[in-house]
């Protein structure tokens, strides 16, 4: 079956540096989608992309879908204390949305 | 506020009760989802309900039983659960379900704890 790889699991930040948190499907994907979860919080949706290469930006978040479809990344710039919290891919195989576990954020002032 | 609500935030139960958790969605969508949360795993899909019928069913246990009477409304019923079944459910819903379902808006969440 499908398997969705988050890395780095966790992710401890400097107020202010750039990180970055990957994506990786085992399968082709017809979309992938990018969740947010504050600590106590539940799941907020960041953003969709769909096509092949497709790159968008929020802000200091870019998001990317890779050429094959198949992993995504998130990049944050200048990262501050709101930023902290868990990024979840969901990766949707045609109707299927399998959630990766995760890449928790810890931003040091 | 998410448009999702949850009830109850908090559930705490033995294995031999029985208890429910409600969800309730006011955004019009016709998909609504159950996922459990635990600690240091993926969010795991249990069920999906599409225009009131069951699309998915994630080879949940038969202890979780689900209900969508509308839409708008879905339940999970709880009975003689497992210490290992203590987690975060999360109600979710969306436009559609199946491909090109879209976001999901997602509940704050039943923390249930199972002694």
């Known amino acids: 079956g499908q398997q969705v790889m988050q890395i780095p699991q966790y992710q401890h930040v400097q107020e202010g540096e750039d990180f970055t948190t990957y994506c990786n499907s085992s399968?082709?994907?017809?979309?992938i989608q990018w969740y947010k979860q504050r600590p106590g919080g539940h799941p907020v949706f960041l953003i969709q992309?769909?096509?092949?290469?497709e790159v968008k930006k929020q802000k200091r978040l870019t998001f990317q879908f890779g050429e094959a479809k198949k992993n995504s990344s998130l990049h944050i710039t200048a990262t501050q204390t709101t930023d902290v919290g868990t990024y979840f891919c969901?990766?949707?195989?045609?109707?299927?949305?399998?959630f990766g576990a995760g890449t928790q954020v810890v931003v040091t002032p | 506020e998410t448009g999702v609500t949850q009830t109850p935030r908090h559930l705490v139960m033995g294995m031999t009760n029985k208890k429910s958790l409600k969800c309730e969605q006011h955004?019009?969508?016709?998909?609504m989802y159950w996922y459990k949360q635990s600690a240091k795993k993926p969010l795991e899909l249990m069920f999906v309900?599409?225009?009131?019928?069951?699309?998915e069913n994630n080879s949940v246990p038969s202890r979780f039983s689900p209900e969508c009477p509308n839409s708008s409304h879905l339940f999970l019923h709880l009975h003689t659960l497992q210490p290992e079944d203590s987690a975060l459910y999360l109600c979710?819903?969306?436009?559609?379900?199946?491909?090109?379902?879209?976001?999901?808006?997602f509940g704050e969440g039943s923390r249930l704890t199972v002694l």
């Open positions: 979710a819903s969306s436009q559609t379900g199946g491909v090109a379902a879209g976001e999901l808006f």
């Open positions: 399968t082709t994907l017809s979309n």
């Open positions: 992309l769909v096509k092949s290469g």
């Open positions: 969901g990766a949707d195989s045609w109707g299927k949305l399998q």
């Open positions: 955004l019009g969508h016709n998909a």
């Open positions: 309900y599409n225009f009131k019928e069951q699309t």
